[in-house]
């Protein structure tokens, strides 16, 4: 069987498709995957790792640019829809799934008029205009909240959850370097987040705890990674510090606390590994969805939500205080965390597109 995966951009959009390809390869290590994405996407860097094939398109995003990066992006559409129409016709694929991201639109159109079994996934609880457009032509639309059901034709939608990478499947009650130390796992999403960068390293400054207790590791993205280094070694505190961490699924079961935005994969990958969090929402996110996703776990006990406008390095600095004294609360969090968690997403996909293909 032949699969195109077309989206990506960033983690949010990328790795659900990564989750859906290697079960896709699981079930039939002979199938063939190819993505479809954009060179300056995170797929461009780590899609080769993972040994999946990728083809570019050379298209961008229109929604809150100028009138010229605007003008530009919808030059690049016919163009973008060309190299779709080579990529299909010359792979031949038996199913093409959107993941989101500037790829995916061209991409599924594409092929839907080529007569190619078509497919999106909608991670987060409100739909991206995209996504929603698309939901008229593809031939299932996969969703990852009951109320998300409503964006999309009922007789093409069905709640799956959103696909979790392999790896974060992988030994999951195991406790993989786990620390005897209370563990935080600090981080914005795959690009980092300037703001939670700043306010946790500003709320140590208000812990009442030792600052040598709680073990730090902390993702920060690329921009910020030499400033937060530095701030760590100015405040006399040991942190594992990343730009970029690659073994997500280990240092996942290694924690005891996230403190994180509120990316629908993000909230995927938190849910599967029973973990406790502080969620703090990118506020400029489109519809706000982020802040959605979020209440869905705050509203069941398994996370504290804290907005961004809100929250204050010393409230913050109490919320984890709080927790790292309390381990029953933050067991009880755990539990219900993994009793969100959707383990079967990427299996009920595949099982799906299997079907639709067989029709």
Known sequence: ???????????????????????????????????????????AAILPGLGFELATLDVAGIKGKGLRDMAKALCKIPQSLGRSFRIVRDFGPDILIGVGGYASGP?????????????????????????????????????????????????????????????FLRDMEKNEGKSERFTLLVFGGSQGAHRINMIFLE?????????????IIHQTGGADFETVKRAYGEL?????????????????RSV?????????????????????????PF?????????KNAEILARAGAAILSLEKDLTAEGLARIIDDLCNDPRRLREMSEK???????????????????????
């Open 1 to 43: 069987m032949k699969v195109i995966i077309a989206g990506g951009g960033t983690g949010g959009h990328l790795f659900p498709g990564v989750a859906v390809a290697e079960e896709f390869m699981r079930r039939d290590n002979t199938n063939k995957i190819l993505f479809i994405g954009t060179k300056k996407g995170v797929e």
């Open 107 to 167: 991409a599924v159109l594409v092929a839907h008029w080529m007569g190619v079994r078509t497919a999106v996934m909608e991670q987060n609880a409100i739909p991206g205009i995209t996504n929603k457009l698309l939901g008229r032509f593809v031939d299932r639309a996969f969703v990852s909240f009951e109320e998300t059901k409503k964006a999309f034709p009922e007789d093409k939608v069905l709640l799956t959850g959103n696909p979790i990478r392999a790896d």
């Open 203 to 215: 709320a140590l400054k208000f812990l009442k705890m030792d600052r040598t207790k709680p073990r």
């Open 236 to 252: 006399g505190m040991e942190a594992d510090v990343r730009p970029f961490i690659q073994n997500m699924p280990q240092v996942f």
């Open 256 to 280: 005891d606390l996230l403190i994180c935005r509120a990316g629908a994969t993000s909230i995927a990958e938190i849910t599967a590994s029973g973990k406790a969090a502080i969620l703090i």
């Open 283 to 291: 506020p400029y996110a489109v519809h706000d969805h982020q802040t």
């Open 337 to 359: 965390s993994r009793a969100l968690g959707n383990v079967r997403a990427a299996s009920d996909i595949v099982d799906e597109c299997l079907r639709l293909v067989a029709a």
